[in-house]
């Protein structure tokens, strides 16, 4: 097995909405906002190399949306998903799997683009199955809640569904779960969003956790530091809570999707609670 990170792209996000009740006096510590108040972020994919699989998990937002779309979201930076892949010897269609954490816009939108003549989209990977679970698909596609609505976007998830190569993981209740047919173990939590997956992939004797929206950067270590965009806060406490006293009791390794500056860090036990340990390159820790 051999894992690379891949920097889809870079973008920004109202520092706010990412903190929730937390005071901006404190979250600014970590993440400090630009005059919009907006704070930097990455979408940081991971991509599997096993045998003969070849699995992308996440595909950050793309670049299909319109101008006025990206107007809200201010792209910077030189990373996109395809260079990516491609500066680290592969092409898309040889991508075999994709999972997708969640179906929010910056998590599957790069999975999907336009037609050489812009008059449809298809997958991006026309080669690969698309995973998600049966109750999140449902949840985002059946009738979508008005909180998360604007997020779960029909040009991003009718193509996968209409391609035919769409797949569901199969649920289980508490504690990771390995999946035979990816290779790797899932937790199911469901504050962010309904049945959000984290993956955990046993790499190189350690464990590496993809940490998605259930800990996006390292400033959201702290219990209470949850976005304002999670559907249910107190169980995003909860499951965070049970997660982080695992990630340390266990040794995890924290691979986040949404900082651009930390790529993996490790956790300690504090007096003020379960804080970080270590940062590390991923390549200081597996190359």
């Known amino acids: 097995m051999k894992i690379y990170p891949i920097e889809a792209g870079n973008f920004k996000l109202d520092g706010g909405a990412m903190f929730g009740v937390v005071p901006k006096s404190l979250w600014q510590k970590t993440n400090p906002s630009d005059s919009n108040n907006m704070i930097d972020m990455a979408s940081r994919c991971m991509l599997i190399e096993d045998k003969n699989k070849l699995v992308l998990i996440d595909s950050g937002m793309g670049n299909k949306q319109s101008e ?6 201010f792209k910077w ?3 996109d998903l395809v260079s990516s892949i491609n500066a680290v010897g592969f092409s898309c269609d040889e991508i075999t799997d994709v999972l997708f954490t969640h179906l929010h816009f910056d998590h599957c939108g790069g999975g999907i ?3 050489v003549k812009k008059s449809f989209y298809k997958p991006l990977f026309k080669n690969a199955n698309y995973w998600s679970s049966q109750n999140h698909w449902d949840w985002a596609t059946k009738n979508p809640n008005p909180r998360e609505k604007a997020s779960f976007l029909k040009e991003n998830l009718d193509p996968i569904e ?8 199969s649920e289980h209740e ?3 779960e390995y999946k035979k047919k990816l290779g790797f173990e899932v937790l199911f939590v469901n504050g962010h969003t309904e049945k959000q997956m984290i993956p955990k ?3 190189k004797g350690k464990s590496l956790v993809f940490a998605a929206d259930l800990l996006p950067t390292a400033g959201h270590v702290p219990v209470p530091y949850v976005m304002g ?6 169980v995003s406490m909860s499951e965070k809570e049970l997660f982080l006293k695992e990630a340390v009791d266990k040794n995890y390794y924290l691979f986040l999707e949404h900082d651009p500056h930390n790529q993996i860090i490790t956790l300690k036990n504090t007096e003020k609670g379960v804080r970080i340990d270590k940062t590390f390159t991923f390549d200081e820790i597996f190359n």
């Open 68 to 73: 006025k779309f990206f107007s809200y979201y």
């Open 77 to 79: 930076g030189g990373y």
């Open 113 to 115: 683009v336009w037609d």
């Open 162 to 169: 209409s391609s035919g190569a769409l797949s569901f993981v």
């Open 174 to 176: 508490k504690g990771f």
């Open 201 to 203: 992939i046993t790499y």
């Open 229 to 234: 965009y999670d559907v249910r806060p107190l």
